[in-house]
């Protein structure tokens, strides 16, 4: 017998929560594809795997957006759920008074955001804010532009019980893109107070 411990299989308790489709990116938006780019080149491995497994089979059971916060609920196999939290950095002092100006200075650019859709410029007028639009961006050692925890006892940060958080909040995004703005604080009405 080799020394490899085995694990028990562990199933996540039943929960009816958020539901993601198991839709890849055909179809999908530009902005929803970079989303899940940018999960998969934070480096998770299996537990990107894992993650999607929970989104798709309704294991988050509720989630909240408040701006830059997010709060999840997340059903793992022990009784209790998971609280799970991210926050997104936002661009701060006259980095993010210029970005709401550029933003606001492009009519055509507020108009397709109104319509539910984001032109590739705004990555553009974020980045050169000093801001990444999408999650997962290195600011030195140690630091990301995104910080997540959860009450699980895993030790990786994030869990999968965090990536499956991530997942639905892509959707979510996918669904309704100006929570991305929303999520790194910039909202239509500041768009509108520039004019």
Known sequence: MSGHKKY???IPRYASGIKMQ????????WWARRW???????????RLGRGRDYAVRGQVVSMT???????AVVQGTRENPYSVELRFRAPQGEARQTLIAD???????????????????????????????????????????????????DYANPCKHVVAALMVLGEEISRRPLVL???RGI??????DED
């Open 8 to 10: 028990p299989v562990r």
């Open 22 to 29: 198991e839709t890849r990116s055909s179809g999908r938006s």
């Open 36 to 46: 899940m780019e940018a999960l998969e080149v934070m480096g998770l491995k299996g």
């Open 65 to 71: 957006i408040e701006g830059s916060l997010v709060t």
């Open 103 to 153: 933003l606001a200075s492009e009519p055509m650019l507020v108009a397709r955001l109104l319509a539910d859709d984001i032109p590739t410029e705004v990555e553009l007028l974020f980045k050169k804010a000093g801001c990444d639009l999408f999650p997962g961006a290195k600011l030195g050692p140690g630091k990301y532009d995104m910080t997540s925890s959860c009450s699980c006892p």
């Open 181 to 183: 703005l929303a999520l």
């Open 187 to 192: 909202s239509m009405e500041e768009l509108y």
